[in-house]
């Protein structure tokens, strides 16, 4: 295992027994957390959260109004209505009014630990993971718990909710579904890893898809978390990242940069590829017609659904630990050690703008 990536992804002190053998010490770095909306990005990174221009990435606002070497967001934000939702690294959740960063309406204290993922809402509720082993359930007018489920590590992986449940990956070798008025654990589906990545839902077959660091895809039944089918060779590696579904093909990479396409239905192995590289990013969707595969050294190429081959490719600077964001015909990849924070590029590869905030 990377202990590097590790440190860059999950910003906490590592249980050896759950992810890798060995502990590390906590690092207060981690990757972009980026979110697209139609006029903005939200981009957290160190000591901000930046707002910037879709188009040109120029900034428009960031909080707080002083940086401070004692604050730091890497989460991604939500937006709702005029409003953005995000948490930080001094175990503060806020909402603050999207025309002013610094106009907040209310901080959430309660928690005792980080935040690293990005939030889901639903209805009236903003459905929080957080470092301090707790899923907050948070009333998004007035700030206050509505409740909260009680874990036994630290939850890194952004939830997804479908209808009444909230799916969570966790750590500690399981996939939790939870009633999301109460937040009663209905079930859980046990994997041979860690999982940090959120699982991906086919409404179409009910299935979830998720994939752990137990070199394994795992497809279960979310009416009753019954397991469909389990996908896992003796040269599959480690899975860090959620899978796609394109022309009725669950589609995905491992660590070592393997592509694979599989029958959603059965698991049944479609097709392979191979990036060339290591990927942590895994896979992301382009419309209807292709994805795009990011290296961890920066080298991005896009696949077509029907060549299955790289069809052009890019080399971004830095490092890409997290998936690319397609939105329209913009890319946004976010990345680290790098003379900037984000890189955009459209549909075709050609480059766009890039942001450091210090130009």
């Known amino acids: 295992m990377n202990k590097k990536v590790i440190r860059l992804l999950i910003l906490l002190v590592l249980a050896g027994a759950v992810l890798t053998g060995c502990a590390t010490g906590v690092r207060a770095e981690s990757t972009p957390g ?24 120029a ?26 939702y995000f948490g930080d690294l001094g175990n503060d959740f806020h909402k603050v009014s999207e025309a002013n960063l610094n106009q907040i309406v209310w901080t959430f204290d309660l928690a005792k630990g980080w935040y690293q993922a990005k939030p889901a809402m639903d209805g009236h509720l903003v459905i929080v993971p957080c470092t301090d082993r707790n899923i907050y359930a948070i ?9 909260v489920y009680r874990g036994e590590y630290a939850f890194i992986a952004q939830p997804v909710v ?28 046990e994997m041979k890893g860690a999982v940090l990545a959120p699982p991906l839902y086919d409404p179409e077959s009910g299935s979830v898809f998720v994939g752990s660091l137990g070199r394994e895809m795992v ?31 669950l589609i ?23 990036a060339g590289g290591t990927v942590i990013a895994g896979v992301t969707l ?31 600077p830095g490092n890409i630990y997290s998936k690319p964001i397609v939105d329209g015909d913009q890319i946004f990849v976010p990345v680290v050690k790098a003379d900037a924070y984000i890189y955009t590029y459209n549909i075709t590869g050609v480059p766009g703008w890039s942001f450091n905030p210090s130009n």
Not at 139 to 147: F, L, V, Y
Not at 227 to 235: E, G, K, L, V
Not at 260 to 266: D, E, K, S, V
């Open 34 to 57: 980026v979110t697209v909306t139609d006029k903005y990005v939200y981009l957290a990174y160190m000591n901000n959260l930046y707002q910037l221009d879709r188009m040109s990435g």
């Open 59 to 84: 900034r428009i606002s960031s909080f707080p109004e002083k940086a401070s070497a004692g604050l730091a967001m890497y989460a991604a934000p939500i937006t709702d209505n005029g409003f953005v």
């Open 139 to 147: 009333d998004k007018e007035t700030g206050t718990e509505a409740w």
């Open 162 to 189: 479908v209808e009444d449940r909230v799916i969570v990956s966790a750590q500690d070798h399981h996939v939790l579904v939870l009633d999301i008025a109460s937040g009663e654990e209905l079930y859980r589906v």
């Open 219 to 249: 497809s279960f039944d979310l009416a009753n978390g019954e397991i469909n089918w389990t996908y896992s060779t003796d040269d599959l590696s480690t899975i860090w990242a959620t899978p796609i579904l394109l022309d009725n093909q």
């Open 252 to 274: 995905f990479t491992d660590k070592n940069g393997k592509i694979i396409a599989l029958n959603p239905a059965t698991g049944e192995d479609l097709w392979q590829n191979n």
């Open 286 to 316: 382009v419309g209807d017609q292709g994805f795009l595969v990011a290296r961890e050294d920066g080298t991005m190429s896009y696949y077509s659904s029907e060549s299955k081959g790289g069809d052009w490719t890019v080399t971004v």
